[in-house]
């Protein structure tokens, strides 16, 4: 799983990128930087660390979250200022936006307006898809005079009926319901308003304990995800111990760090889920989309796991928590045999049983 960070120069990309990932690239008031950086962050999950804290495994390995720091893009610039190559195969965006103010670091907009900066964003995503649209458009119907095959002739619909419509009235295709079939067909565009994105606004670090995502017209209905942050502090909290952590959480007035929350709704937004493996070897997150059937989540283990399937042994984090071992909540009855076709939920110890 794969965002791509994306947004104007020094709003604080760089800052965030490293936070997330605990990287230490290089950011700057003046040299916004022009190389892509890609890094993993482990998905906090507080199950996770207290069933790590019930097996004293060998090892512990979270659920991973994968960033791409993208240079900045011009604004007014248009669509060749992103790096479209990267951004196309990602599976969503976090778009950072400037809120904070600061004399010495100048705003490549002119003035700091986020709401602005999300509507201009917006409009470069729709501008770069609309491109592609056109040229698709435009090669099937070079295409019309040695006849079109049904799936293009479906494909050609789609994209002049309703794709290029959405796109001119300025409507990010994330927000189009089209149908599972047609996404999957335009997944294969990989149109870069079609991806699902968070928008994580850069406050400063006086308003980060009040601000939030609504002021900034983000979240609810039809609106992108967002979460607010204060990336400089951020920064600085993660290079904290723990205990200096939670001091200095509570002078800010804050429950948890911010970038718990990003990373979170990060992982929230691909509606993916976890699924747990325990032992004393190891205690570990897998990432699933939701309602994948537990044959299909074997595979994503191994797929000897997935062809040997047999039955799978199930049970809640908090049962398996509250009751100690597998034996105990097999006692207890609370160890469930689930067949190929169980969905697999959130929250779920799995025990695979395989033969190959
Ligand atoms: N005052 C202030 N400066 C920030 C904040 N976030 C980032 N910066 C500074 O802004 C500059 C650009 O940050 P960087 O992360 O390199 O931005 P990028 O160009 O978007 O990657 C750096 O000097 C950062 O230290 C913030 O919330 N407040
Ligand atoms: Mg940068």
Same mark, same amino acid.
Not at 39 to 61: E, G, M, N, S, W
């Given at each position: 799983?794969?965002?791509?960070?994306?947004?104007? !120069?020094?709003?604080? $990309?760089?800052?965030?990128?490293?936070?997330?990932?605990?990287? /230490?690239?290089?950011?700057?008031?003046?040299?916004?930087?022009? $190389? %892509? /950086? &890609?890094?993993?962050?482990?998905?906090?999950?507080?199950? #996770? @660390?207290?069933?790590?804290?019930?097996?004293?495994?060998?090892?512990? %390995?979270?659920? %991973? @979250?994968?960033?791409?720091?993208?240079?900045?893009?011009?604004?007014?610039?248009?669509?060749?200022?992103?790096?479209?190559?990267?951004?196309?195969? &990602?599976?969503? #965006?976090?778009? &950072? &936006?400037? =809120?904070?103010?600061?004399?010495?670091?100048? /705003?490549?907009?002119?003035?700091?307006?986020?709401?602005?900066?999300?509507? %201009?964003?917006?409009?470069?995503?729709?501008? =770069?898809?609309?491109?592609?649209?056109?040229?698709?458009?435009?090669?099937?119907?070079? =295409?019309? $005079?040695?006849?079109?095959? !049904?799936?293009?002739?479906?494909? $050609?619909?789609?994209?002049?009926e309703t794709i290029r419509p959405a796109l001119e009235a300025e409507t990010p295709l994330r927000r189009l319901d089209l149908g599972a079939d047609n996404e999957r067909l335009l997944r294969g565009f990989q149109l870069l308003s079609a991806k699902p994105i968070l928008v994580v606004v850069n406050v400063g670090e006086g308003e980060v304990a009040n601000a939030r995502p609504e002021d900034f017209g983000l979240g609810g209905e039809g609106r992108p995800a967002g979460v607010v942050v204060s990336a400089p502090i951020e920064l600085e909290i993660s290079r904290l111990s723990a205990d200096e952590q939670k001091e200095f959480l509570a002078d800010l007035g804050l429950a948890e760090p911010s970038l718990d929350r990003v990373i979170r709704a990060s992982y929230g937004l691909l509606g993916v889920i976890s699924f747990f493996t325990v032992g004393e070897d190891e205690v570990r997150a897998w990432t699933i989309r939701r309602g994948t059937v537990a044959r299909e989540a074997a595979g994503t283990i191994h797929s000897d796991i997935e062809r040997g399937f047999i039955r799978a042994e199930v049970v809640r984090w908090d049962d398996l928590l509250a009751h100690g071992t597998l034996a105990a909540c097999r006692d207890k009855a609370l160890l469930r045999l689930e067949g190929k076709e169980y969905p697999v939920e959130d929250g779920d110890v799995v025990h695979f049983r395989f033969n190959v």
């Open positions: 799983m794969q965002f791509g960070i994306l947004g104007l !120069p020094k709003v604080g $990309k760089t800052t965030l990128f490293n936070t997330l990932t605990a990287s /230490h690239e290089a950011t700057g008031k003046f040299d916004a930087g022009s $190389k %892509t /950086h &890609v890094a993993i962050a482990k998905v906090p999950d507080p199950r #996770l @660390v207290r069933l790590r804290d019930l097996f004293q495994p060998r090892r512990f %390995t979270p659920a %991973t @979250v994968e960033y791409l720091d993208i240079p900045g893009i011009e604004k007014g610039e248009g669509a060749e200022s992103l790096d479209l190559a990267k951004l196309k195969t &990602v599976d969503a #965006l976090l778009h &950072v &936006v400037r =809120a904070f103010a600061d004399p010495e670091i100048p /705003h490549a907009g002119g003035a700091i307006d986020p709401r602005s900066d999300i509507a %201009t964003l917006d409009l470069e995503l729709i501008l =770069a898809d609309h491109s592609l649209v056109e040229r698709r458009l435009e090669r099937l119907d070079k =295409a019309v $005079k040695r006849g079109l095959t !049904p799936q293009e002739q479906h494909e $050609k619909k789609l994209l002049a």
